[in-house]
């Protein structure tokens, strides 16, 4: 796997709003974003990789332009170099330098048990990162669905939805124990459209399988 820093250097030379102004070198971004997981781990601080980095970690996707992590906010008093932009209750949007980090708030219950229940090591060149599992990912990109309907932001909701039929579609995944767990965190009625949503994505992923088997 490329080192993370690639990804976010990749993330910004193929987005092509970025050829519009004047950027510093991307390729600063390689050094700089090793020096963040370097100052995680000298400073003790638990950590989760999550969001597109750790997606790209398990399947072909989309770029991504920054890092996202699962923290407890009393984390953040050792993060001064993070200057926060947004803040609510279960989420930070800071700067790290020139690089955006989105932060999961481990006061979130949910995002609690992520931290905990769904870790792994994942190799990003030459560091070994803490980073969500496969489950952790479907379970993150479910649970942010109903949000995003309610928001009316449906460019990120097939962009989710795509993520999770990606990961449905390259792992065997059990979806009972994943529901089982949200249905702790959203209300009925949420869940209920999950489900849906779900077999929507199964249906796809039997499409393929089918065409696949007349192809082969």
């Known amino acids: 796997m490329i080192a993370i820093g690639e990804i976010v250097k990749n993330g910004i030379v193929f987005d092509l709003k970025n050829w519009q102004r004047k950027m510093s070198n991307p390729d600063n971004f390689i050094q700089f974003v090793d020096n963040i997981f370097d100052t995680l781990n000298q400073r003790n601080i638990n950590y989760l990789l999550v969001g597109g980095v750790a997606l790209l970690s398990y399947v072909e996707g989309r770029n991504t332009q920054d890092i996202d992590l699962i ?11 993070i200057k926060i932009k947004e803040e609510n209750n279960d989420f930070i949007r800071g700067e790290f330098g020139a690089l955006t980090i989105d932060i999961l708030l481990t006061q979130n219950k949910l995002f609690n048990h992520i931290i905990q229940e769904f ?7 030459d560091k070994n990162i803490r980073c ?3 489950e952790g990912l479907v379970i993150l990109k479910f649970y942010a669905l109903p949000s995003l309907y309610r928001q009316g932001k449906f460019e990120r909701v097939s962009i ?3 993520d999770i039929l990606l990961l449905l579609l390259n792992y065997s995944i059990d979806l009972k124990p994943i529901f089982q767990i949200l249905s702790e965190h959203l209300l009925p009625s949420d869940l209920e459209e999950i489900r849906s949503i779900a077999v929507e994505i199964e249906s796809r992923i039997e499409r393929f399988s089918k065409q696949k088997k007349k192809l082969e």
């Open 132 to 134: 969500v599992t496969v």
């Open 71 to 81: 923290l407890a906010n009393s984390d953040l008093h050792s993060l001064p170099e």
């Open 119 to 125: 870790a792994t090591i994942r190799p990003f060149g």
């Open 160 to 162: 989710y939805e795509n």
